[in-house]
């Protein structure tokens, strides 16, 4: 079963206009969530997480349970922003990733 | 400590040829995951390792793939008889097996079968 959904694979969105990167999990437990970044050419790389409730490079991501959701925002988009962006859900010691979403922010 | 390292970075096989793709995890790390990446696709579950047990190797295709994760040296991704559709990004993660901490990715290794 899908653990992790990021129903956008392609987003695209001006320079300086808010931007917000879906997720969506399924999980009984208490879950542990995760942003990671992949920037042309390079590894992926962890941008945030849920537990330690920081904003990274302007990216905040809140966890709800209700609708079990973490989405992504950034209220003002910059152009070294785009990327690929994965969502992760860590149960136990196992790590599920959603497909991604490539954002690409047009100056 | 060098990071997940994952070589060669570049590989070239013909069709039907063995691919063996290596990933040395972080120092401490007993838990390894590759994932497979399509051009213009997203992250694909493929294993989940732990040393000398396969966990869960539900996202790897059940003909000419198989991975290890011996006591001793890398963690192993093995294609056998390669394909075209087999040309692909495959990275490697490692974590420590710790609750709550994060994974941390190899470089990739980009293999291309002409």
């Known amino acids: 079963a899908q653990r992790v959904t990021q129903p956008e694979k392609l987003l695209s969105v001006f320079k300086g206009a808010p931007v917000e990167l879906k997720c969506n999990y399924s999980?009984?437990?208490?879950?542990?969530l995760f942003w990671y970044v992949q920037y042309s050419r390079q590894r992926l790389q962890l941008l945030l997480r849920?537990?330690s409730r920081e904003s990274i490079k302007g990216f905040t991501a809140d966890l709800n349970k209700g609708e079990t959701s973490f989405h992504l925002k950034k209220p003002f988009a910059q152009e070294e922003d785009s990327a690929m962006y994965y969502c992760?859900?860590?149960?136990?010691?196992?790590?599920?990733f959603g497909t991604g979403t490539s954002l690409t922010v047009i100056p | 400590n060098a990071g997940v390292m994952q070589n060669p970075r570049h590989l070239v096989r013909r069709r039907g040829q063995e691919a063996r793709l290596r990933c040395s995890p972080m120092?401490?790390?007993?838990?390894v995951y590759w994932y497979r990446q399509l051009p213009e696709e997203g992250l694909k579950f493929m294993v989940y390792?732990?040393?000398?047990?396969?966990?869960?190797e539900s996202g790897m295709p059940k003909e000419r793939f198989s991975a290890e994760f011996p006591k001793e040296g890398p963690s192993i991704l093995r294609i056998q008889q390669v394909v075209r559709g087999d040309s692909a990004a495959y990275f490697c993660?490692?974590?420590?097996?710790?609750?709550?901490?994060?994974?941390?990715f190899g470089q990739g290794t980009r293999l291309t079968v002409v």
């Open positions: 992760a859900l860590l149960t136990g010691n196992q790590f599920y």
């Open positions: 999980y009984s437990g208490s879950p542990e």
């Open positions: 849920h537990i």
């Open positions: 120092k401490g790390h007993s838990h």
């Open positions: 390792l732990q040393k000398e047990n396969i966990i869960d």
């Open positions: 993660a490692s974590q420590t097996g710790r609750v709550d901490t994060e994974a941390f």
